[in-house]
């Protein structure tokens, strides 16, 4: 079966530092990744996606993630943090059974940002 | 940008008493999904519903649960004699024929008194 760990339940930048929120997964077949964000007391909002082709990956917000399948990581970066960033983030690994594409969420990121 | 759209936003109900959940998806989805989550905790897969009929549902999915696909809008939620633990924010999802990502909707707040 598939699963995603997200390493830190809690990640704290000051402002304009470097965003790093990391996620190792585990998949036996070539996985679909993604990040989502989740800000208080809203939905969740696809950051950017990736599905076999580039492994490096732009999403919305300044954001990024780098397939590496020798590492079987998808870490998510920001250069520079903005107070705005500041939410929860969820990273998730899709497992097609029966020809749907169910995800599977990691427990989640918070990320705080200081100024 | 087309969006998944769920009512109501929060909803508040008495233990024992059967809710409804309403979820509009993408209109040229094929593919249709409730998660849960639990304050607090991660997302978790509900069930997956494809062709008029449950394609997958996860062990949380028990007889208490059941969805549907009423007309060809929307795809409903039902929780039948609801429990404290089910109070949860419940997200609906859809997806076109391919992998490359859902479009969750805003959730609904449900919280069981």
């Known amino acids: 079966a598939q699963s995603v760990t997200q390493l830190g339940s809690h990640v704290s930048v000051s402002e304009g530092a470097l965003v790093l929120l990391r996620c190792n997964y585990s998949?036996?077949?070539?996985?679909?990744l993604f990040w989502y964000v989740q800000y208080p007391n809203q939905g969740l909002q696809l950051l950017l996606k990736y599905t076999s082709a580039a492994t490096l990956v732009k999403g919305i917000n300044g954001f990024e993630a780098e397939f590496k399948k020798s590492e079987t990581s998808f870490h998510l970066t920001k250069p520079s943090a903005h107070m705005s960033d500041a939410a929860e983030y969820f990273c998730a690994v899709s497992e097609k059974d029966s020809g749907t594409y169910k995800y599977i969420f990691g427990t989640g990121t918070r990320l705080k940002v200081l100024a | 940008e087309p969006e998944v759209t769920q009512t109501p936003s929060h909803q508040v109900t008495q233990m024992g008493q059967e809710v409804i959940l309403r979820c509009v998806p993408i209109?040229?989805?094929?593919?249709f999904y409730w998660y849960r989550q639990i304050l607090g905790q991660k997302v978790e897969f509900l069930v997956s519903f494809y062709n008029n009929e449950i394609s997958e549902k996860s062990e949380i999915f028990d007889d208490q649960f059941s969805v549907e696909r009423p007309d060809g809008s929307n795809f409903t939620l039902k929780i039948r004699s609801t429990k404290l633990e089910d109070s949860a924010m419940y997200f609906c999802a859809s997806s076109p024929p391919r992998a490359n990502g859902y479009t969750f909707g805003s959730g609904t707040r449900l919280t069981v008194v």
């Open positions: 209109s040229n989805h094929l593919y």
């Open positions: 998949s036996s077949v070539p996985p679909y």
